[in-house]
Nanobody, 123 residues
């Protein structure tokens, strides 16, 4: 199986910065997409940012120009640099990854989520 371990987050003032990191482990042999989603109580989980294996990035409209997603395939990690934070960025942030587990000759798709990490931005 695949496990995602998130780190970073915490609290910041509006206008400040925070970084998130997520490391994947398990019996995968390929990770296609890695990224971050967030959720606040009573709302649906929404895309923050994702990055494909080829390096193509995708951002939610509300974070464009402020957040930067990156991945390191040597360490199977994905990071999120959050700048110019706003109170509305307050949420639980979840790491997500998808790809293939097993072996090259016997593989199946996987989709994994981290446990979630709190980010709180105060005005």
């Amino acid at each position: 199986q695949v496990q995602l371990m998130e780190s970073g987050g915490g609290s910041a003032q509006a206008g400040g910065s925070l970084d998130l990191s997520c490391a994947a482990s398990g019996n995968f042999f390929k990770i296609n997409n890695m990224g971050w989603y967030r959720q606040v109580p009573g709302k649906q989980r929404e895309l923050v940012a994702s990055v494909s294996k080829g390096g193509r990035t995708n951002y939610g409209d509300s974070v464009k120009g402020r957040f930067t997603v990156s991945r390191d395939d040597n360490w199977n990690t994905v990071s999120l640099q959050m700048r110019f934070l706003k109170p509305e960025d307050t949420a639980v942030y979840y790491c997500k990854a998808d790809g293939l587990i097993g072996t090259f000759l016997n593989s199946e798709n996987f989709e994994a989520w981290g446990q979630g990490i709190q980010v709180t931005v105060s005005s």
